[in-house]
Each structure stands twice: as C-alpha cells, then as structure tokens.
C-alpha cells in the first residue's frame, strides 16, 4: 500500500483528533468500559488537539500518514515530558482501525525514530497502556523494552496503568518485526 508521510499542517489538526478518536476507542475495547471511551467523543478530541497543537507546535511533531489523499495515522514527537537530556518521546502513534496490518504503524514508527535521531535524541521513551498487549507487541518487536517505570493514567474516570518503554537510539533500527498498527 502507498502511503505517503507529510509534517501536519493547520488543516490537519482536527481530522488527526477524529482518527485519534476512531482509533482509540478501537484499540481499547474490552480493556475499559464502553463508557470511558464515550467520555469524550470525536469533536473533543479534535478541539484537544487544535489546542495541544497551538502550544506545542515549535517543539513537537505531528505527523500524518495518507493514503490516496486520505488521513490514514499519525505520530506525535516532541521532548520527554521529564526534561531527561537527549531524550526524545513519542506521545502518540494512531492508525485508522481499517488500515492497521498493512505497514503503516512501521513507516510511522521509523519516521519518528528518524525524527528523533535529527534532533540528536540518543534514547526514545512511550507510555503504554499496561493491558494494550497487541502495543507492546509492537513495540517489543521495534527493539522497545519496559524501563521499569510506571505511571497511572486516566481515560475519562478510568484508570489506566501505564509502562514506560524505552528504546536506544544509537544501536536500534526502527523495523518492527510484526505488521500491527499500535495504540499507545
């Protein structure tokens, strides 16, 4: 499948928040109640996102994945959220339920790691939620390893342990070895 992989622009922002949506509430299903998904709808989600964006957009990148013109993923870099020296994070990777299994988790995920590199990041950190196993399946697979530190997280009211994965960007190539699309 030919994807093409673009730095988001303004017009970008919204349709990114109603993928993220679409695609959270896919990958979570059966790990939190129907309920915490619906907290916050498509809409929301892209009003967080125009404003996460307008904050952020000089030290983070959004990038978009399309297929025949069509938004199909996405990755959110910027600095780790901790201010560790020569760390980069990825905040967020999505890909549209219908077009995970196709390779476009990968391309992403090499995209960022490459993004990463050019800022001179010699180590790559995520948040994954602990039950999201076909994530860190993925992840795994890149060369991604659980760091030992976790965290609590929200979905709506809904807690959510999460596991910090690392990955060292001086030795790792960024090829996953297995075609799922992740959800972190």
């Known amino acids: 499948m030919a994807v093409t992989l673009r730095t988001a622009i303004l017009d970008d922002i919204a349709p990114v928040g109603h993928l993220h949506h679409r695609s959270r509430r896919s990958a979570y299903q059966g790990m939190v109640p129907d309920a915490a998904l619906d907290t916050y709808g498509a809409d929301a989600a892209a009003r967080w996102w125009v404003e996460r964006w307008s904050h952020e957009r000089d030290t983070h990148r959004l990038t978009v994945a399309e297929h025949q013109g069509r938004l199909i993923g996405f990755t959110y870099v910027g600095p780790h959220e901790d201010g560790e020296p020569a ?50 399946d993925f992840y795994e697979a890149g060369g991604w390893r659980p760091d030992g530190v976790g965290r609590d997280g929200w979905l709506g009211p809904v807690p959510t342990p999460q596991l910090r994965y690392a990955l060292d960007l001086t030795v790792a190539a960024a090829e996953p070895a297995t075609p799922a699309a992740a959800q972190g």
């Open 87 to 136: 760390t980069g994070e990825l905040y967020a990777i999505h890909v549209d339920p219908g077009h995970q299994g196709r390779g476009v988790g990968r391309a992403l995920i090499r995209d960022a790691l490459d993004t990463m590199r050019e800022r001179r990041c010699r180590r790559a950190v995520l948040w994954v939620y602990a039950a999201n196993h076909r994530a860190r």
